[in-house]
């Protein structure tokens, strides 16, 4: 992002407040994984202090407080990322890409329990960012955080728009089970989870 730097008189703008002023091209923030545990190398849980493991380090954007809201129409919006998710995330079951992506293209408001105004074209299947954002490494099965308003998460994987760019006839997918993203061919059938911005 570019910042324009504007001067002013120093005579023109008297009295002057002088504030210190910090500009980083490129400095973006990124949400917390919501790890708060360290472990050792057998696998016990120890303490944090001076591990460096992101138990202890917690870097990041701390998440909202709720993380989310259940908008009571089906939807629900994520206060960290404002995204507006579906719900219920296994309205469609189980579908290859193609159609996963269809059916994330084609939702509207009256099906999937939805009731907030949307029409085609609003919705869509998430990339694969968009789809890790959920993620809370703190938990597992699924590997969300603990006070998800959602219905019918699935233990298991979630397609995202994104390509395998080293083998274009597989995509990108999360393991909602424990977060993991790998990529498989996109004649599989895997889970839908439509997403969509504000309207």
Same mark, same amino acid.
């Given at each position: ?19 210190? @002023? ?53 939807? @629900? ?114 889970? @839908? ?7």
């Amino acid at each position: 992002m570019m910042r324009r730097l504007i001067v002013f008189s120093f005579f023109t703008l008297l009295p002057v407040s002088f504030f210190p @002023v910090s500009i980083h091209a490129g400095t973006i923030q990124l949400p917390q994984s919501g790890q708060t545990k360290c472990y050792d190398v057998a696998g016990a849980e120890i303490t944090c202090t001076g591990t460096g493991q992101d138990g202890e380090k917690r870097v990041g954007v701390a998440s909202p407080d709720p993380r989310f809201t259940d908008n009571g129409n089906g939807t @629900v919006t994520d206060n960290l990322t404002g995204l507006i998710w579906l719900k219920n995330a296994d309205c469609f079951g189980k579908q290859s890409l193609q159609n996963a992506l269809s059916s994330a293209n084609n939702l509207a408001s009256g099906q999937c329990d939805l009731s907030d105004g949307s029409v085609a074209g609003n919705w869509r299947l998430p990339n694969i960012s968009e789809l890790q954002s959920l993620v809370d490494y703190q938990n597992s099965d699924p590997a969300i955080p603990a006070t998800h308003p959602f219905s019918t998460v699935q233990n298991y994987y979630y397609w995202s728009s994104d390509t395998d760019v080293n083998s274009i006839k597989f995509a990108w997918f999360v393991k909602m089970s424990d977060g993991s993203s790998f990529t498989y061919g996109k004649w599989n059938i895997f889970h @839908v989870w439509p997403v969509r911005n504000a309207l």
